[in-house]
Structure formats: C-alpha cells, structure tokens
C-alpha cells in the first residue's frame, strides 16, 4: 500500500495505534523498542530501524502541508484525536516526565498558555499547529484517503477501532489475531511493559526503549503510559482556567464532535 503516516496532534494516542498495529502484524512485543524499529517515529531515530516492507507505517505530529515530509510517497493516513482537555493534562505529566520546562511554569500558567496559542506553543514552532489545525489539515486532504479515527472511541471498543485501521490497510482480517493485539496493546500491558523496562536500567536508554522518562520519574509514579483518562476537568487545577478553556475551545471542539 505505500506509506501511510499514523498522525495525530501530540499525546492523543499515536503510541497506543502504534502498539496495535504492531501486535497485529508481527505478533505481541517482547521490547518496546521493537515497536519503534518496525513503526518508526518522523520524529526520533532509533537504532535498529528496519526496511520498510509493501506497506510502511510512520508516526508524525507534523501538521499536513506541502512541507510535510515524503508526501509523493504517501498513499494514506490514520487520523487520531482526542479532546484537548485530555491532552493538555497529558501534556502536564509529559512535562514532568521528562522534566521539559520543569521550572519555568506553573500547572496554570501552562494551561493559560494552551488556551492562548490553541495548543502547545513548544508544538506551533516545531510545525505541528493548534490542536483544531492539525486535525483540520488532515482530515480536509483530498490528497490521499484519512481513516479518522477518536480516542474516546478507539477506548470504549479498541476492537472495533483497530478493525477499522486493519481494512483500511487492506490487511487480510484475522479475529483471533485481531483479539490477541487488543489484549497485547491493553494500557495494562504497556504500563507493565514501561515498569519491567525501566527497573532494568541501561546504557543509552533512550535508543533502548520507547518509552521515554527515567527510572526516577517512574519511582515518583510518573508514567509515559499515563492513566488513558477520559473527558476530565480543569476546575481541580483552576475553576476560571476551566472558564477560560470552554471559551477557547467551545467551537473547535463541536467541530470535531466534542460537547465543550
């Protein structure tokens, strides 16, 4: 089938599809890593990545334009979103995962900054747009076929959802198969796979595993695979930050099927 790009706006679910597909097509991973030697990620090299076979699947946070990398080669694309309170919380914990900007900003003055720029400001200058521009901009394409596809959905029934991307692969349909990557790509099993992973510490981890974020992070309980959560609030952090949000993203939400 070509390349097809697995897209979606940062923390909404790529790495989830990408388990998916890959316990689906290869068989349940022993290492994260192998997930990413198999799907890599536009946007992180790892060692060991493998040649594409007739179809090649790719993670990108770009925004679609003219600009985007390898379009003449591109046959179709996965689209996933999910609602923007969700990511801006998962956003949160990434931070503090990683430690990015661990001391230049509060909880509310992040969020006022989502709110602000319609989404990470850090996300606008590497090219991937607001969180209503980037689904835009691949969900509008006539350049190539999009399965669009919702967190909240891909959630309630990951079955169904991972069903839909293995026809829209042109992938032959194998239920039992299709059962035992759902069970595999479980957030369960990708926590676990996380914890197993970073109890081991190694040389060089970030070209050993998917999973970014150190073992101190991990013994504070703070996770990569974060809790998966569903239509939260902001009143906890802020009840006029929740205000504030509402206002901002009202529209663009109802755009994409969300009741603000």
Not at 90 to 100: F, I, V
Not at 106 to 111: A, D, L, R, S, W
Not at 176 to 194: C, H, I, N, P, T
């Amino acid at each position: 089938m070509g390349l097809v790009w697995l897209a979606s706006y940062p923390k909404s679910g790529n790495t989830w599809l990408r388990f998916m597909l890959y316990a689906y097509m290869f068989g349940p991973p022993a290492e994260s890593i192998e997930v990413a030697q198999r799907i890599p990620d536009i946007h992180r090299q790892v060692p060991g990545q493998l040649p594409p076979a007739d179809l090649e699947l790719m993670k990108t946070h770009f925004k679609l334009s003219d600009q985007h990398p390898r379009l003449s080669e591109t046959t179709g694309a996965i689209h996933i979103v999910r609602n923007p309170r969700d990511v801006v919380l998962s956003a949160l914990n990434y931070r503090k995962l990683t430690g990015e900007g661990a001391r230049a900003f509060t909880e509310g003055g992040y969020i006022r900054s989502f709110i602000k720029a319609g989404g990470d400001a850090d996300w606008l200058r590497l090219g991937f747009g607001s969180w209503i521009e980037h689904a835009r901009s691949w969900r509008s394409t006539d350049k190539f076929p999009v399965l669009a596809l919702r967190y909240e959905d891909l959630k309630a029934d990951p079955a169904t959802g991972l069903r839909a991307m293995v026809e829209f692969l042109k992938l032959d349909l194998d239920e039992e198969r299709l059962e035992q990557a759902v069970k595999a790509s479980s957030f369960d099993a990708m926590r676990a796979m996380e914890i197993r992973e970073k109890q081991r510490p190694v040389k060089d981890a970030h070209n050993k595993r998917l999973f970014v974020g150190d073992t101190k992070a991990a013994r504070k309980g703070v996770y990569f695979v974060n809790k998966g959560a569903s239509d939260q609030s902001l009143a906890t952090i802020s009840p006029r930050i929740e205000e504030l949000f509402t206002e901002a993203f009202a529209e663009p939400m109802r755009e994409l099927g969300y009741e603000p």
